[in-house]
């Protein structure tokens, strides 16, 4: 029987300052100086002037099935769901069926730890809502439609957590407010992956992914537990954070940002790397830093989730462009859920070949995108799966955000299978 899957998609966009210390000096007799502090006291003053938070604990158990959207000891529509992708030319034929094996509770060494984006219908506070207080089936058919197709390489493990609000991430919000909120999430994000480390993972290789507010909780949990712990870092395959943009480094570098060890992606068959990307329409005008982000955040850097804070003089933006350059192409399968248009034989997922093109545009240092254009065929019959996305109140901010893994998923997939290669 047909799987149907139904989708609707509420997607986030997520959001610094410093304290000076002034050296104490006396003059005496008009001539010498005399420095007047105490290293000792002014390196505590100096530490009592850090905006910090204290991380939280989380208070969600997750030996329970319930705080799980996917596990492979939990009954779900994953368990059995036909993966198998039909390409659809532009007569509206299956042009080639993609056979993707069903791996999410098959142990092949690889795991797969998938962290949604924002699905909540409460948005009027800054605060995290409860999880019993969640959509629950739009969850669960939110991370089969961006992220079950990475299943092929393995069992899935994707917590439910504490989501923060959308208005959580505006950057009028103040900061430390800002920070606890974000870092309550978080704390739920880390006990869900420290429980599945020392319970399942049994020394397997580890593919993070996630998109939007997933991204940004992945982003802190690769500088929290993976930065600086050589071993863990051994078993990363990459680091997917789909929509997710201003990840930084020193301009001309791949490193040292976000993360200190961790470096951005720059070949296809490299492992233990990030794979991060943000698309916008080639027409579309790339807009200025979102100093929402929590990566932006003073109490989230001081408090150990980000190395080190950006230098709007010395950064530059990177994304993956490893796949895709600067030099326009055109974009290998977008993939769709099928449940939208019923093409083909029934499969549940559909994908359409070279019906857009795509390439890196970067403006300057700090403005770039993946960037894509619709670019069918003579008498091309597809639909534009989005151009309805042209209509979205947060279209001119967000541009093909809620798409970002319907663009990007092959390219990321086909990456994938080399580092696999490379890495195993």
């Not at 989501?163 to 309550?184: F, H, M, P, R």
């Not at 982003?219 to 990459?238: C, E, P, Q, W, Y």
């Not at 019923?342 to 770039?368: H, P, S, W």
Request: hydrophobic share 35%; glycine share 6%.
């Amino acid at each position: 029987m047909k799987n149907i899957l139904l989708l609707s998609v509420v997607i986030l966009l997520f959001s610094c300052s410093s304290s000076d210390n002034e050296e104490a000096q006396v003059i005496i007799d008009d001539e010498e100086i005399v420095d007047d502090s105490d290293p000792t006291e002014e390196d505590e003053v100096e530490e009592e002037n850090l905006e910090t938070i204290e991380i939280p604990i989380s208070t969600v158990d997750y030996s329970a099935m319930d705080n799980w959207a996917y596990h492979p000891n939990k009954l779900s529509i994953l368990n059995n769901y036909n993966l198998d992708i039909e390409v659809i030319d532009e007569n509206l034929q299956v042009d080639q069926t993609i056979e993707i094996i069903n791996n999410s509770t098959t142990d092949t060494g690889i795991d797969v730890f998938w962290v949604h984006p924002t699905q909540i219908t409460d948005n009027s506070a800054v605060e995290v809502i409860a999880i019993e207080d969640q959509p629950s089936t739009l969850i669960a058919l939110t991370i089969l439609a961006q992220g079950g197709l990475l299943s092929k390489y393995g069992r899935m493990y994707a917590p439910r957590y504490r989501q923060s609000t959308g208005v959580t991430y505006q950057d009028t919000v103040e900061k430390e407010l800002q920070a606890n909120v974000i870092a309550t999430s978080y704390s739920d994000v880390k006990a869900a992956f420290l429980d599945y480390l020392e319970n399942y993972n049994n020394g397997n290789k580890i593919i993070l992914a996630g998109h939007s507010q997933g991204s940004y909780l992945l982003g802190m949990l690769l500088r929290d537990v993976f930065d600086d712990d050589a071993s863990l870092r051994s078993k990363l395959v990459t680091a997917a954070l789909g929509g997710m943009g201003y990840v930084y480094a020193e301009e001309g570098t791949y490193a040292g940002g976000w993360w200190q060890n961790i470096p951005l992606c720059t070949t296809t068959s490299e492992c233990g790397c990030i794979n991060n990307w943000a698309t916008f329409d080639e027409q579309q005008t790339i807009i200025d830093i979102n100093y929402g982000l929590p990566e932006f955040n003073p109490y989230l850097i001081n408090s150990g989730l980000v190395y080190r804070a950006f230098n709007e003089d010395q950064d530059w933006f990177v994304q993956d462009a490893s796949y895709y350059g600067e030099t326009t192409t055109l974009l290998d399968n977008y993939i769709s859920p099928n449940s939208s248009y019923d093409l083909g034989n029934g499969a549940n997922f559909i994908a359409f070949n070279e019906m857009y093109t795509v390439r890196q545009r970067r403006v300057n240092k700090q403005k770039l995108a993946l960037s894509v254009a619709y670019n069918p065929l003579a008498g091309d019959q597809r639909p534009n799966d989005l151009e309805s996305e042209q209509s979205n109140p947060n279209y001119d901010n967000w541009g093909y955000h809620p798409k970002d893994y319907h663009i990007y998923l092959w390219a990321l997939m086909s990456q994938i299978d080399e580092k696999l290669s490379n890495c195993m």
